[in-house]
C-alpha cells in the first residue's frame, strides 16, 4: 500500500487548507485512517482519524472544531479539511491507514498505524 498525501502549502493564519490523502496498491476501504503532524523540533502528534466507512471520527482537542476529516471509499481517498489556522499548526502533515480491518477503536498513536505516506508541510504564517 502507498500513500500519497498533497495539498499542504502556505496559508494566512485565519485561512484554510484540504488535504488530500489518496491511497494505491489496494483498497482501504475496510481500514481507519488518520493524520498526524510534526512540527519542527517536535514530537509527531495525532491529529484526526475516521473509521473505516466515515461514520466516526476522532480529534486532538487542539484541533476540534477547526478540522474535519471525512473519505472517499470509491477514490480510496482520506481528506483533512482545515480551516480557522493558526502558526501552531504549522506542521508536517503524514496520512496513515491501520492495517486491521474493521477495527472498532480509532487509533491516536502513530504505533497503531502501519502504512504512512510522505507528509505534506503546511506553513501558516502570522
Known amino acids: 500500500v502507498q500513500l500519497q498525501a498533497c495539498g499542504g502549502g502556505l496559508v494566512q493564519a485565519g485561512g484554510s487548507l484540504r488535504l488530500s490523502c489518496a491511497a494505491s496498491?489496494?483498497?482501504?476501504?475496510?481500514?481507519?485512517m488518520g493524520w498526524f503532524r510534526q512540527a519542527p523540533g517536535k514530537e509527531r502528534e495525532f491529529v484526526a482519524a475516521v473509521w473505516w466507512n466515515g461514520g466516526r471520527t476522532l480529534y486532538a482537542d487542539s484541533v476540534k472544531g477547526r478540522f474535519t476529516i471525512s473519505r472517499d471509499n470509491v477514490k480510496n481517498t482520506v481528506y483533512l479539511r482545515m480551516s480557522s489556522l493558526t502558526p501552531d499548526d504549522t506542521a508536517v502533515y503524514s496520512c496513515a491507514a491501520d492495517q486491521v480491518p474493521f477495527r472498532q477503536q480509532l487509533g491516536t498513536t502513530a504505533s497503531r498505524y502501519n502504512y504512512w505516506g510522505q507528509g505534506t508541510l503546511v506553513t501558516v504564517s502570522s
Open positions: 496498491g489496494r483498497s482501504l476501504s475496510m481500514n481507519n
